[in-house]
């Protein structure tokens, strides 16, 4: 059986980091496997409901707070941040956001979704971290997770100086805002843990107070029930009736609470062609998507993120821009695209349709 190498840790975390950066990251920790206060948080906000129907969160329990439970012999947590701004994004990026939810009829997909399926990125370059971290030291036991429910990847990073916890939830850098992935490797490594960095949220406030559907209760308190990236990508039954009118034109996601975050004044662009945004996600119409039948989605959605949502979901979303659409202005075109659909439709569908349809009298 091959031996491990003898390592200097501290050495072995700046090689790392080189590594790290040659395949694309922008930074990386090192977190310690003991998260126990974590936990008591995670069992108060399953204990309120907030997670909604992602039971998948409450099935891991308290798991996911304990690493060294998840991956047996795990001794440390790499963790990785990659920013995901599309290479060709302008400076007033934000305002042109802004710009495009206040156009009704276009479509607006979260930023980190328009280009390749981050899962799939992230997932192969940590792994090749992994590989090389091996090279290094010898034999290795090594898992990587990204964006993993079972993984609680923002105490991971907050603890380990990937960035502080906003009100929003996310991770925050000082130097590159919050529009960045987050990755980890678990290893059967002892590294030396990163030391966390100081927040700076003081006491700012703009992303509770611009959260179209007051899904910040709390400051760090996120219902997901509420939340619009939940609503759209994670929730799988109709949307409830309150919230639509407040969807707006998001399909996919929502990026309002980083968009006003003074912070991401600072995000930084990927240096990876992999999350450049793909036509026509970034400047589509509602009509233009909502004409795609499920084999054009299948296709036009071929290794994206938005793929995973499937085409049932993508148009109940797609039905409720619409309808919103629909109430800020009469257009012959939507409503006859929308009743044009309604004979193929099945339950789920047709009911937000006549929603939708019902808007215009609203
Ligand atoms: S993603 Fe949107 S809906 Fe969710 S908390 Fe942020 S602003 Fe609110
Ligand atoms: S908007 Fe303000 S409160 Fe919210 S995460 Fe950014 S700095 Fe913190």
Same mark, same amino acid.
Request: charged share 20%; with cysteine.
């Given at each position: 059986m091959r031996e491990r190498h003898h390592f200097d840790g501290q050495l072995l975390v700046t090689q790392l980091r080189?590594?790290?950066?040659?395949?694309?990251?922008?930074?990386i920790?090192? /977190?310690? !496997?003991?998260?126990? !206060?974590?936990?008591?948080?995670l069992r108060d906000w399953l204990a309120e409901g907030f997670h909604g129907s992602m039971h998948y969160m409450q099935r891991h329990g308290a798991k996911r707070?304990?690493?060294a439970e998840l991956v047996p012999g795990t001794l440390s947590v790499i963790t990785a941040r990659m920013d995901y701004l599309p290479r060709a994004t302008d400076p007033g990026w934000q305002a042109a956001e802004w710009q495009r939810l206040r156009s009704p009829q276009l479509a607006t997909v979260s930023m980190y979704a328009r280009g390749r399926d981050y899962h799939k990125v992230l997932r192969n370059r940590l792994q090749a971290l992994a590989d090389r971290l091996a090279q290094e030291v010898g034999p290795l036991g090594a898992r990587v997770f990204t964006d993993s429910a079972? !993984?609680?990847? !923002?105490?991971?990073?907050?603890?380990?100086?990937?960035?502080?916890?906003?009100?929003?939830?996310l991770a925050l850098q000082r130097d590159a805002g919050s529009m960045f992935f987050l990755g980890e490797i678990f290893v059967d490594l002892d590294l030396p843990a990163t030391p966390p960095v100081s927040e700076h949220c003081g006491s700012c406030s703009a992303c509770i107070d611009i959260c179209p559907t007051r899904a910040i209760v709390a400051p760090y308190k996120l219902d997901a029930r509420r939340c619009?990236?939940?609503?759209t990508i994670e929730h799988d039954g109709p949307i409830p009736e309150a919230l639509r009118p407040l969807l707006g034109n998001r399909?996919?996601?929502?990026?309002?609470?980083?968009?006003?975050?003074?912070?991401?004044?600072?995000?930084?662009?990927?240096?990876?062609?992999?999350?450049?945004?793909?036509?026509?996600?970034?400047?589509?119409?509602?009509?233009?998507?909502?004409a795609w039948d499920e084999a054009e989605f299948l296709r036009r959605?071929?290794?994206?993120?938005?793929?995973?949502?499937?085409?049932?979901?993508?148009?109940?979303?797609?039905?409720?821009?619409?309808?919103?659409?629909?109430?800020?202005?009469?257009?012959?075109?939507?409503?006859? /695209?929308?009743?044009?659909?309604?004979?193929?439709?099945?339950?789920?569908?047709?009911?937000?349709?006549?929603?939708?349809?019902?808007?215009i009298n609203t």
């Open positions: 080189e590594w790290a950066h040659g395949l694309g990251f922008s930074q920790g090192v /977190a310690g !496997v003991d998260l126990g !206060v974590a936990e008591t948080g707070a304990r690493p079972p !993984v609680l990847e !923002v105490e991971l990073a907050a603890r380990s100086g990937i960035g502080w916890r906003g009100k929003h939830t619009i990236s939940y609503l399909i996919y996601g929502c990026d309002d609470c980083q968009l006003v975050c003074p912070w991401n004044k600072y995000a930084k662009v990927s240096t990876l062609p992999d999350f450049d945004a793909r036509a026509p996600l970034d400047s589509a119409t509602l009509l233009q998507l909502w959605a071929e290794g994206s993120a938005i793929r995973r949502i499937g085409h049932a979901r993508w148009q109940r979303n797609l039905a409720v821009a619409l309808g919103n659409a629909l109430r800020a202005a009469p257009d012959a075109a939507i409503e006859q /695209a929308l009743r044009a659909r309604l004979a193929d439709a099945g339950e789920l569908l047709a009911e937000h349709i006549h929603w939708a349809l019902d808007q």
